[in-house]
């Protein structure tokens, strides 16, 4: 009798290359999220759950599976998804995937700095509407990254991914801050500091760190407040770290220059949210991850997550 295994999405092939010899898979067929009353239907009676960070994983959702699920891969790093405190209640294991995304991840936040800080939004609109008149010394001028000062909020895997990749742009400091001071900020020259003292003298304040209870919109008016006028916000990690109403009225009047967003609350962002008319603005769907290689090596570390569960070994990569 082979376990039971929902995916509950098209995923990248090798994740169910893994899984179909030894488990009975079932499948959400669409490259959209499987409904509520889908996944509370399928659920049941599964031995192991497949999922993404669109759904919801909550008590009603693990009540509805019954006693047989024993194991959950969440195809992401995050995981506030997950009622992870019903889960362990549970006898539940939980598996993740770090690690494989952290290249692409950091990546992707180097983009959005430099398209903040060089203001390509405003250059691309001006070259497709016409609005480029000609080349001019002070048009289009923004900070860039040369001798800036950045401050990563989250020295986990992924800022000290960004660290690395933005040394060689010049970058003259590194501050951070988080729940306690780590030996990998030597590798970068890190400074640790309080949240104040970073969000006062950094250039360039980045949202790096997982999303909990404590750091739910610490990215608030008062935060926005403290930072520099000349000062661009970064956020790829949740949306729910930043109030949204407060980093608009930020925007907009000038307290601070430029916000990049890989994340916002809700996802997608309603298209009549004002951050979408702001110039100074750079707001992209959540692909912090999007790279054939993370996303395929995202699906393989979800089976072999459950799979090495279902066997009695060691998950790669084990959350609870
Ligand atoms: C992406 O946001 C992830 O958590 O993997
Ligand atoms: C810019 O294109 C320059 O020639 O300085």
């Not at 959209?32 to 049941?44: I, M, Q």
């Not at 599964?46 to 599976?65: H, N, P, Y």
């Not at 991840?105 to 609109?125: C, D, Y």
């Not at 569960?309 to 060691?314: A, E, R, S, T, Y």
Request: proline content about 4%; some cysteine.
């Amino acid at each position: 009798n082979r376990p039971k295994v929902y995916v509950t999405r098209r995923v990248p092939e090798i994740g169910l290359q893994i899984l179909s010899p030894h488990c009975e898979i079932s499948q959400w067929q669409s490259d959209d999220p499987v409904a509520r009353h889908e996944l509370l239907k399928n659920v049941s009676g599964k031995d192991a759950l497949f999922c993404l960070l669109t759904d919801k994983i909550d008590k009603e959702v693990l009540e509805q599976a019954g006693p047989s699920l024993r194991v959950i891969g969440t195809m992401s790093v995050g995981y506030e998804h997950i009622d992870l405190e019903e889960c362990k209640r549970r006898n539940i294991s939980v598996g993740f995937t770090p690690d494989v995304l952290t290249n692409a991840t950091a990546e992707l936040t180097v983009a959005l700095l430099l398209a903040t800080s060089r203001r390509l939004k405003e250059g691309i609109q001006a070259v497709a509407d016409g609005s480029w008149g000609t080349w001019k010394p002070s048009w289009l001028c923004g900070s860039g990254l040369d001798g800036s000062t950045v401050g990563i909020v989250g020295l986990g895997r992924i800022g000290l991914a960004v660290a690395k990749r933005l040394s060689p742009f010049g970058v003259s400091k590194f501050l951070y801050y988080g729940r306690t001071e780590k030996e990998t900020a030597k590798d970068i020259g890190a400074e640790f500091v309080s949240f104040d003292s970073l969000l006062e003298k950094s250039d360039f304040v980045l949202g790096c760190c997982s999303l909990t209870e404590d750091n739910k919109e610490l990215f608030n008016k008062t935060a926005f407040q403290k930072m520099k006028k000349t000062a661009v916000f970064i956020n790829t990690s949740r949306g729910g770290l930043v109030n949204q109403t407060d980093l608009y009225a930020a925007l907009s009047t000038g307290q601070i220059a430029a916000a990049g967003l890989d994340v916002t609350s809700p996802e997608p962002l309603p298209i009549d949210n004002p951050l979408l008319t702001l110039h100074n603005c750079v707001i992209l769907p959540h692909i912090g991850s999007a790279t054939e290689k993370a996303r395929s090596a995202m699906s393989e570390v979800t089976a072999k997550n459950i799979l090495s569960f279902l066997k009695g070994q060691d998950m790669p990569s084990k959350l609870i």
